[in-house]
């Protein structure tokens, strides 16, 4: 990275006065103002750039600015305590054009701050934890005295991004609540006093005698509409314009999320009566379908759902009180409701299906393919509505939609064979020119110690496939994989050398139950290192190479216990399909491991990843591979 140091005022058209400029240089130490990322040094054109009145100067500096403080957000730098007041300054300072993204850096500061004083260290290797300079907390108090004044800032994306910002200073929780509350009674704007009341969330956690009266005025406000239904211009201009004049904001949706977070874990079915209430408003913003998107109160809608989390009762009410409502913006919210939920849950499938399914016939297109592709989603409950579903194929729109349903229609993938491998004769040149290769690669010192010599497991291949003989690379791929068990990551090349050892050992017997034993115990490592992946191919190297099932299903149950719901593979559904293909084959296994399994049957949550299209076909295929273990299981008891 290149020195900024060379750009003066002029070259800027830094809008700082000249004595502002002089402390830039003065005040900081520039040598501790570095890209953590990048090699190099920043100099006070930095801070000279924020001051720009070009907005992507500007935008420039801030990002540099943020990335030299905290990186990615999680901790605080040496460069924080040196450039905090001059951000601070900058907040303040109506002719900086990026005062809000300042704001989102300081925010994150104190964020990362309060982490690095109660988070621990990290269980995995390594043990990283987040830091911050111990004069850090003293220096954001300063700060905090700084940013006050702009709760009342003519801008209301700055009123909101300090409010954001003081609400993560912990230790002064009372006060602040006492200033956003006062705030709040004078704020003219909607966005801005919603986040004053999700700061008095955030600081109610840490209010000392603030807490149960600030927990009372949030309740309050739950439950106060305020200035009522803003009145049709067109129809009334003169209502509109007496509506505006009057004070008082619906903050309903806002004032759950505070008490959500100043109570954790307190369920209460009082939010999702009001959720709904809110919600349904005779003409909440983004409903109208005549002008505007209704996309605005759709996302409204999802994201006041998603705060009532676990809430199953009340959001399942929620989505069925939208879906009996008269506007296609509530049947839109409600249909995307429904689908979170059936992705989620298996009983809200038979709760909600049927509701959804009515919007096969909606005249609205965009509800009509929505509807379309939440019962392809659903699979086989759908099959009641099958013949309805199939009669709109024929129609335009929702032929396309159909297009847009992944998995509608699933292809089954035309089996991959792999080329018989031919051990044959070789000439004698041949053979004593892999040889030298795979001797030369073995004697190759490895870059660093958990990397395997330089072509080694290719040319370990090589020389077995020619020549049929295993004693050419059985002692060396010994050697290599010796310590593979002993900790994860362990084995030079990671797995590689350890698979090809499998592979030829099923060939040559004598070493088969050793290279078995190393195999089992590489797995067990793998899955205590929380290596899943290569715990996953291990364990079917050994099952390919023994089909013991006795011995490779225990360890596959630990896998399933370790693997996610979602997202790269192997997920949960793919060991417990796996652990199915076991049971088959060898019945006596699963006697052991059906009860360890047997959980995932009767949870009602589903143990994949939700919020995906393709949540309900994965639930499916686990419940289908966990009765095959359970019926194997019955079957060998018999």
Known sequence: MESTEGAGPADTGCAASRELRARFAQEVDWSKVVDPYVPGQYGPDLLEQLWSPDR??????????????????????????????????????????????????????????????????????????????AAW???????????LPGLADHAEAVRAGVAAALARTTGRADDLIDRFRARFEEEPDLAVAEQLVLGIGDLTVHAGERREETVTWLRQRMGDAGKGEEPDIDDDIEAWLAWTERHGHDVRLAAIAALRRALPGRRDPEYARTTADALLSPSPPGVSILRDSRSPYVGRVTAADALLDEDLPGRLALARTLLRQDTPAHHEGGLRVAATLMSRWRSAVPELLPEVAEFIDDPDPGNRAFALRVLAMCGAAAGPWADRVAAHLAEEDALRAARRIPYAAPVEAAPVTAAPVTVGPADAARRDRLREAFQEALSEKPSVPSSPPKDAVKRARALWRATGDADEVVPALLELTAN???????????????????EVAATHPPVLDQVAERLHATARARIEGDCRFQAMEILQALWHLTRDGRRVAPPLVELVRICPPGGYPPTIVEPLEFLAEIATADPACAAEAAPRVRYLLDTDERPVRHDLWRAVRNDEALLAAVRVVMEAAEGAET
Do not use: M
């Open 56 to 133: 992507g100067t500007a935008d420039n500096a801030c990002a540099n600015l943020h990335a030299a403080c905290c990186g990615d957000g999680s901790w605080v730098g040496p460069a924080a305590l040196e450039l905090l007041p001059f951000l601070v300054e900058a907040a303040r300072d109506p002719v900086v054009k990026v005062r809000p993204e300042i704001l989102e850096t300081l925010a994150d500061l104190a964020r990362a701050g309060n982490n690095a004083r109660t988070a621990q260290p990290d269980p995995q290797l390594g043990g990283w934890r987040p830091t911050a300079p």
């Open 137 to 147: 907390p003293e220096a954001w108090e300063r700060a905090v005295d700084g940013l």
């Open 484 to 502: 593979s068990a002993r900790k994860a990551y362990a084995t030079p090349g990671g797995v590689e050398p350890l698979l090809l050892l499998a």
